[in-house]
């Protein structure tokens, strides 16, 4: 379960970009750069499928890395969901079910 | 290995970070920003490093399919558009966490600079930041999008074992 608070709105609307990981169907990850689209709302993101892209093996085993590249510091700013993609026509609705913040040592 | 289009290459080399994925233990490929230290054309081997006692380094012991996303971070119009996936198998090398990763450090502060002086920094922040494994990346296939163009078919390189 997601503490959906406003510092945590006002982080996610802060990144700039995502990185969508789901399995392919060989077992290898499959990573894509897609614009964050971020629905405050309905508390999911909206994200264009690419036409042509590696087909999942799974919608549940899926995850969203929101990324800020920092000029000053060149490096870049993350935070990891977990969750689960829905297809619908030209979207994938991905609905986060676990935030990872990130901190040393805690997660991946 | 089989010879790459230019543009992979320059994707590879000209990159400042990039996403590297692992998969947990529940199964989930989760990809996270990291610096990539060495990539040998000829081979087509690409070298992180990752403090030994991230979950990423166990995650690719124990689940050695991984990928590495090249695409544009945001630095400006005229940064390169090409979106670049390699997968591959991994290895960990923790046989020197010590200084094993120094000798690949020039291709990390090529890309990042100020890490020369954060190093310590981060050592003191962050324990265990300077015991660093390495990983080392046997592509397996390229997958790429030439300006990041999603509407055509990916350009495929498989690489024989």
């Not at chain 2, 399919?65 to 198998?89: C, D, M, R, T, Y």
Request: hydrophobic share 40%; aromatic share 10%.
């Amino acid at each position: 379960m997601i503490d959906w608070t406003e510092e945590l709105f006002m982080q996610i609307e802060a990144f700039s970009r995502v990185a969508l990981s789901y399995p392919g169907i060989d077992g290898y990850p499959v990573v894509l750069p897609l614009p964050l689209v971020f629905d405050r709302d309905k508390r999911y993101f909206i994200l264009p499928i690419p036409h042509q892209r590696p087909v999942p093996a799974s919608e549940e085993q899926v995850s969203l890395t929101l990324l800020h590249y920092d000029e000053q510091m060149k490096s870049e700013r993350y935070l990891v969901l977990y969750g689960h993609l829905t297809e619908t026509g030209n979207e994938w609705i991905f609905t986060p079910s676990h935030v990872v913040l990130p901190r040393w040592g805690r997660r991946a | 290995m089989n010879q790459l289009p230019d543009w992979m290459y320059h994707a590879i080399e000209e990159s400042s970070t990039c996403q590297f994925a692992s998969t947990t233990v529940r199964d989930i490929p989760v990809a996270l920003p990291v610096f990539l230290n060495h990539f040998d054309p000829d081979t087509g081997t690409l070298i992180i490093s990752s403090p030994a006692r991230m979950k990423r380094v166990e995650n690719v012991r124990q689940r050695p399919k991984v990928a590495i996303l090249f695409s544009p971070v945001g630095i400006g119009p005229e940064e390169p558009k090409h979106v670049l996936l390699v997968q591959g198998l991994a290895e960990v090398d923790d046989t020197n966490l010590m200084s094993g990763w120094k000798r690949y450090f020039a291709g990390w502060a090529r890309r990042q600079p100020s890490a020369r002086e954060s190093l310590a920094r981060m050592e003191q922040v962050v324990p265990g930041y300077t015991q660093r494994a390495l990983i080392r990346v046997r592509p397996t296939r390229f997958l790429g999008w030439p300006d990041g163009n999603f509407q055509q078919s990916p350009e495929v390189v498989e690489v024989n074992q």
